[in-house]
Nanobody, 121 residues
Framework: QVQLVESGGGLVQPGGSLRLSCVMS????????MGWYRQVPGKEREFVAT?????????????HYANSVKGRSTISRNNAKNTLNLQMNSLKPEDTAVYYC?????????WGQGTQVTVSS
């Protein structure tokens, strides 16, 4: 059974940093697409950042960022450890949300349970 487990959330002051991690288990193959999404109460879940396997063996992974986090966040993954990370810097109160990890594996979608990030002084 494939599972995604996020960690690294917490309370941080504006301008601070957090590193979110997502560990995937139960899979044999590496997902060709993984990402981070976030949701606040009363709003739809929104895209934060994604990483997609390059089109050839020698291609780098492709990364995409929401405009709201571009330049402040870095998504990365370690396929050997089945881990997806999101480094978030210069955090703002509007980054407060539950952050979810998502993976697409063999045409199926998987989500983690989420980790709360609160940016407040």
């Amino acid at each position: 059974q494939v599972q995604l487990v996020e960690s690294g959330g917490g309370l941080v002051q504006p301008g601070g940093s957090l590193r979110l991690s997502c560990v995937m288990s139960g899979n044999i193959f590496v997902p060709n697409h993984m990402g981070w999404y976030r949701q606040v109460p009363g709003k739809e879940r929104e895209f934060v950042a994604t990483v997609t396997t390059g089109s050839t063996i020698t291609s780098d992974d492709l990364t995409h960022y929401a405009n709201s986090v571009k330049g402040r966040s870095t998504i990365s993954r370690n396929n050997a450890k089945n881990t997806l990370n999101l480094q978030m810097n210069s955090l703002k109160p509007e980054d407060t949300a539950v952050y979810y990890c998502r993976a697409i594996l063999q045409g199926r979608e998987y989500w983690g349970q989420g980790t709360q990030v609160t940016v407040s002084s």
